[in-house]
């Protein structure tokens, strides 16, 4: 039995469940998802709480149950609260600026990387050397701050690159003479 998937979901003040078969849809102050559980999956709302089950007792709809119930919780906090990523640029001469509706990279290419910023994500760049990526859907601001950090990633040597903001970057020690 999955611990996580016996827990009801609780649905705060302001916020909208509606549950048709297999879609759960939340409609909330900072606006609205939706996701659709796995067939394994049963999921129900009643008293203000969204529960998961699972219909079978298969190895499959225990993981998918768990599972199915961490991704409702993940839409309650993203329609009440959002989420934020923040990515740290280390190196000379690395910057970061907004430019419209794309985000200019200097990573030590020949050219500056653009990356057009998707739809339901914002980004900002406080500093030059500071990225915060934000949005309502966990899993698109994890994809995006992803994919920025796949541009240069931080090597192991001096610590240039992208990097997620207390991210813990293991040194090695250069080549002795």
């Known amino acids: 039995m999955s611990r996580v998937g016996k827990r009801p979901v609780t649905i705060p ?8 078969g297999q879609t759960v849809k939340l409609k909330g102050p900072k606006g609205q998802l939706q996701f659709v559980a796995h067939d394994d999956v049963e999921v129900t709302f009643e008293n203000g709480q969204v529960k998961v089950a699972p219909r079978v007792e298969t190895n499959r709809a225990q993981a998918m149950y768990g599972t199915a119930r961490a991704q409702v919780a993940n839409l309650v906090e993203g329609v009440t609260k959002g989420f934020e990523k923040k990515l ?12 419209g509706k794309n ?9 500056d990387v653009i990356y ?5 994500i914002t980004i900002a760049a406080p500093k030059p050397t500071e990225i915060v990526v934000t949005g309502i859907d966990k899993q698109k601001v994890g994809q ?21 903001a207390g991210e813990f970057i293991f040194r090695k020690e250069g080549k002795k003479k």
Request: aromatic fraction near 10%.
């Open 103 to 111: 985000l200019q990279l200097a990573l030590g290419y020949s050219h």
């Open 144 to 164: 995006v701050a992803a994919e920025i950090r796949s541009y240069r990633p931080p090597e192991p040597y001096k610590g240039k690159g992208v990097k997620y």
């Open 88 to 99: 740290e640029i280390t190196g000379v001469g690395y910057r970061a600026a907004l430019q």
């Open 13 to 20: 003040s302001g916020v909208t469940a509606t549950v048709e």
């Open 116 to 120: 057009p910023v998707p739809e339901g």
